[in-house]
């Protein structure tokens, strides 16, 4: 091995270390693993057992007191993402805490048709949130019945 290669391995292992060393300090920051599910309050009065069904798949990890914690969910940085999707997530609109009003819930129909909801990042790590051309109709079909639309506002 020559010497330049050699300085190029130990350049390489003090980076790594260097990074490592940093995921593990970043794992001291308690900021993310908060991973609670308050109490559901009320749902809202759904149109059909369907349109709560899709919304549960694609929408209730983030919309919901009902959040599935993925096990990256406690790993920083990625935790922190996660808190940060869930925390704005429910305090735009919170299908366990109907008691409240949320004046973006009439465009939750709108959002899923886009492809905007949910976003390509959830769909990415959940499958199961990636609905088929029909079955995104019809959730956002039913979230318009359930939720209003921004025209009848």
Not at 2 to 7: A, F, S
Not at 70 to 96: C, H, I, K
Not at 115 to 124: A, E, I, S, T, V
Not at 142 to 151: K, Q, R, S, Y
Request: aromatic content about 10%; hydrophobic content about 35%; charged content about 20%.
């Amino acid at each position: 091995m020559t010497l330049r290669m050699r300085r190029i391995l130990k350049g390489v292992l003090v980076v790594l270390g260097c990074l490592v060393g940093l995921f593990l300090v970043l794992q001291l920051i308690p900021y993310g693993r908060t991973h609670s599910n308050p109490p559901s309050i009320a749902e809202p009065p759904w149109d059909s057992p369907r349109t709560r069904e899709l919304a549960v798949r694609a929408c209730y990890d983030c919309h919901s007191n009902h959040t599935q914690w993925p096990w990256y969910a406690n790993v920083a940085p990625m935790s922190w993402a996660v808190q940060f999707d869930v925390e704005t997530g429910r305090s735009v609109l919170n299908f366990s805490e109907w008691d409240r009003s949320y004046t973006r819930a009439p465009y939750s129909g709108r959002r899923t048709l886009d492809g905007n909801m949910p976003p390509y990042k959830y769909r990415m790590a959940h499958p199961e949130a990636d609905l088929t051309p029909q079955e995104t109709l019809e959730l956002a079909r039913g979230l318009d019945l359930t939720l209003g639309t921004p025209a009848e506002r």
